[in-house]
């Protein structure tokens, strides 16, 4: 009896520092908002060929993959820019007549992201849609209004606070199966850096 009291200790105390373990673990995401509402918005701005756009976006998520820190998710994404800085004239550069210039686009997408509550958040996503956008010029040029196609990456790297996270955000767009003659192609996409908020 006495020998066996030593192992009985030693798994009684093996058991307990595991539940002690388990007790502080993290526990697992839980999203505080209904899948149909929006799960994230984005402020900022991208310059592209000299015109300086703010961009406004707002994001609905539905996760296909969650585990204690990682989820995988489908993204659904619209957006709104304006341009608000233009180049200078170039008698080269027939675009650089622009003097207004709009772009939105809705876009589907897939992306990931990482975070514990009170930690770093960081995570990445590819989206692709259609694009809406338009041009006026001076000097007599037609207006410019077309729909193209466009891609974008974009990198998230913030902070969790309880079931939020913010922070900075960068990505890159670029836009496809434009016609060659369309003068507002050259402002579109580009370069984009902003301030997330995102409550997944």
Do not use: C
């Amino acid at each position: 009896m006495h020998r066996k009291l030593p192992v009985l200790l030693v798994v009684v105390l093996g058991l307990a520092s595991s539940a002690s373990a388990q007790s502080t673990r993290p526990p697992e995401h839980r999203s505080p908002t209904p899948a149909w509402a929006p799960r994230g918005v984005l402020l900022g701005a991208s310059l592209q060929d000299g015109v300086l756009s703010p961009t406004a976006k707002v994001q609905w998520q539905f996760t296909f993959y969650q585990d204690r820190k990682d989820a995988m998710a489908l993204l659904l994404e619209g957006s709104a820019s304006w341009g608000v800085a233009f180049p200078s004239p170039a008698a080269d550069k027939p675009q650089n007549a622009v003097n207004r210039f709009y772009q939105y686009s809705p876009q589907l997408g897939v992306g990931y992201r990482n975070h514990l509550p009170g930690q770093v958040h960081w995570g990445f996503q590819v989206t692709g849609g259609p694009i809406f956008y338009g041009a006026d010029f001076n000097g007599g040029a037609e207006p410019d209004r077309r729909v193209a196609g466009i891609i974008e990456g974009r990198i998230h790297l913030g902070y969790q606070f309880g079931a939020v996270a913010g922070g900075l955000a960068v990505g890159y767009a670029e836009v496809f199966g434009y016609r060659r003659r369309s003068l507002g192609r050259f402002f579109v996409g580009g370069p984009m850096v902003g301030l997330f908020m995102d409550w997944r």
